[in-house]
């Protein structure tokens, strides 16, 4: 082979690598290492953002930057869900297939931020019980977890009814004002088309990480079900036996 004709080849296929987009980034964020158990860094705490609907039945895990037993189970979770190989190491796959779910606006493919700010009306992050970053973060949370659930329950569509509730707002629908909807904390989800219950997905809520989930029976929740992400648990849906 002449060395132009080597060299020719040598460009062409640093072309083709340009061309592809590595498989672990897009506009949101970049991980640039392997994590597994006893990694810790800010790409720790980003990777548990986004699968800490997968840790297990009633486990609410801590978003801590530390890469611990209920990480490395999320990430099994998360990777057998999906048709990974679960191993509970966070490489390229597992971080391409959180690409595969993810805007570019960082919310997860099948929830948008447009559909969990502003109750009431009137849009934005302001007015509630903590600044508008931390409900941003909070429901950014929240938005995963659904993405979980929704996954969980076979794909089916899942309809955001409420979201973050500014204080004002909170108690013009009858809220305390103060509750974890001003925290931006609890969404509303009802399903779409028919097609699911809300005993189902009040059911499944419970292995998604969801600190509270009221659904029907619970006063005021037989049109829809709540679920927040504050920790401890309490769960209320009489009407589905929870
Ligand atoms: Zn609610």
Redesign the pocket.
Known sequence: MSSLVAALVLAISSIALLGAAPANADACYTWDRTLRSGSSGSDVAELQERVAGWAGYGVNMAIDGSYGPQTTQAVKNFQAAYGLSADGVAGPNTFAQIHALQDADCSPLHFSWAEVDGGCGAGGYSGGSVSATTVRTNLLRSMWRAEALRHRMGDKPVRVT?GFRSQSCDRAVG?SGT???TYGR???IVPVNGNNTFCNMARTARYIGYGAI?GPGYPG?ND?V???IRSGRTWSAPSCGI
């Open positions: 409420s809220g509750g974890q909807h609890a969404i509303d009221f929740h829809h709540h679920v927040d």
